[in-house]
């Protein structure tokens, strides 16, 4: 690996780390503002969608050969999981 494909692998963990932590942050927000069921239910039910989202990351990062192509599909792996904590700090936060 050289240095840019180097660089540019550390550019991408760093946005995964970031984004992880701003649903997280944002699941504590929304969960401690007294959200109605309704909307927890929702977001429950997104889940299908984001589970999709994480197959077709986990296929594509088996799949490709290049570097590029598997830091993209690694993001269609990173949403889900970060959704994940989103949806444990609300159910968390609003259990308290």
């Not at 780390?17 to 069921?37: E, H, K, N, P, Y």
């Not at 993209?72 to 990173?78: A, E, S």
């Amino acid at each position: 690996m050289n240095q840019t494909q180097a660089m540019i692998s550390r550019f991408h963990v760093l946005g995964y780390f970031l984004v992880t932590l701003l649903f997280a942050g944002a699941g504590l927000i929304l969960g401690a503002s007294d959200v109605q069921d309704s909307l927890v239910v929702s977001l429950v039910l997104f889940a299908k969608f984001i589970l999709l989202s994480f197959i077709i990351g986990l296929i594509g990062v088996w799949r490709t050969k290049e570097l590029s192509t598997r830091l993209f599909f690694l993001w269609l792996i990173v949403i889900p999981v970060a959704y994940v904590f989103f949806l444990i700090m609300v159910m968390v936060t609003r259990v308290h």
